[in-house]
C-alpha cells in the first residue's frame, strides 16, 4: 500500500471530525488525538465498533450533531479469537465455512478451510490450514497459546476424525478483546448506513454497518470496504459478489416473520425472550 503512495500512521488516534463551517452537511477532515488536523474530500472511518463508540462517547460534538452519533455510543463489542493451524495433512472438511455450537458454553465458533477460501496461495502447503474463530470468547483469551492450539485441534478431531491422525505443523493465534459486534435485541436501530446521513462525505466500514447485501461478520466488512471505495470514486472500482438466495425454507420463513410484524409491529422478536 505504500509502495501506491498510501501514508500510514501507526498508533495515531481519531479524536474528531472536522465540519466544513460553510457547510453542515461535509467534513473537511479529521482531528488526530494529539491535535493533527488531516484534510480530506471523504472520510471513511474503517474502525471497529468499540473504536467508533469511543469516538463518539469522547466527542461532544459528535454526540450532539446527529442521532446517528448518539446512537452509536451504546454498541457494543465481544471477545473474539481467531486461530489458524497448519496440519501435515489434508483432511476433507464439509464446506468452505462450518458453524460450530457447543464445545464451550456460551461461545460459537466457525472452522474455515482456508486451502478452499484463499485458492491458490496455500496450494503448496502439504495439508490443510483451518482458520477456527471463536465468538464470544472472553473465557479463552487467558488461556496459553499451545494450550489455545491444542483445544482447536481437539474440537476438530472431535467433529472431523480425520485430524486425529494429522500433526499440528504451525499455528497462530490472535486475541481481539471486544473487537467483533455484539448484536442483541434492538441493536439494528443503531447501526449506521454505509454513507452517513449526517455528512454526505463521510463514509462507515465494519460489520456493524448497516448494507442490503446480507452478508456478515467479516464478510461484511469487506462488502462495505468495497461500497465506500465505490462511493469515494464515483464508480464502480470493485464488483460485490451478490448472495446466493434464501433456501426456499428459510425465505418462507423470513417472509412470515416480516408479515406478522408489519401487521403487529409491537411484538417483539424472538431474541427479546432469550435475553
Known sequence: MEGRGVVTMPNARMKDLIEDPEDPGRVEGIVLSDGTELRADHVVLGV????????????PSLASKSS?????????????????????REVKM???????????????????????????????????????????AGKLLGMS????????????????????????????????PAGVTWFFPGSHSL????????????????????TDHGSWSQEKAYVTGIEAANAVMGRRVCEVVPLKEAEPHVAAGSSAVSAVRSVFPFLPSIPDFLY
Open 48 to 59: 471497529g465498533c468499540t473504536a467508533m463508540r469511543n469516538i463518539v462517547r469522547a466527542s
Open 68 to 88: 446517528e452519533f448518539a446512537k452509536m455510543a451504546d454498541l457494543r463489542g465481544t471477545d473474539c479469537l481467531a486461530t489458524r493451524l497448519w496440519f501435515d
Open 94 to 136: 464439509p464446506y468452505s465455512a462450518n458453524p460450530v455450537w457447543g464445545f464451550d458454553q456460551g461461545v460459537g465458533m466457525t472452522a474455515f478451510d482456508m486451502r478452499t477460501i484463499q485458492a491458490p496461495l496455500h496450494d503448496d502447503e502439504p495439508g490443510s490450514v483451518v482458520e477456527v474463530d471463536f465468538y464470544h
Open 145 to 176: 497459546d499451545d494450550a489455545i492450539v491444542a483445544k482447536v485441534h481437539d474440537n476438530l478431531a472431535t467433529m472431523l476424525p480425520g485430524f486425529r491422525g494429522a500433526k499440528v505443523v504451525d499455528s497462530a493465534v490472535v486475541r481481539i
Open 191 to 210: 447501526l449506521p448506513k454505509g454513507r452517513s446521513d449526517a455528512y454526505r462525505n463521510l463514509h462507515y466500514v465494519g460489520d456493524y454497518v448497516r
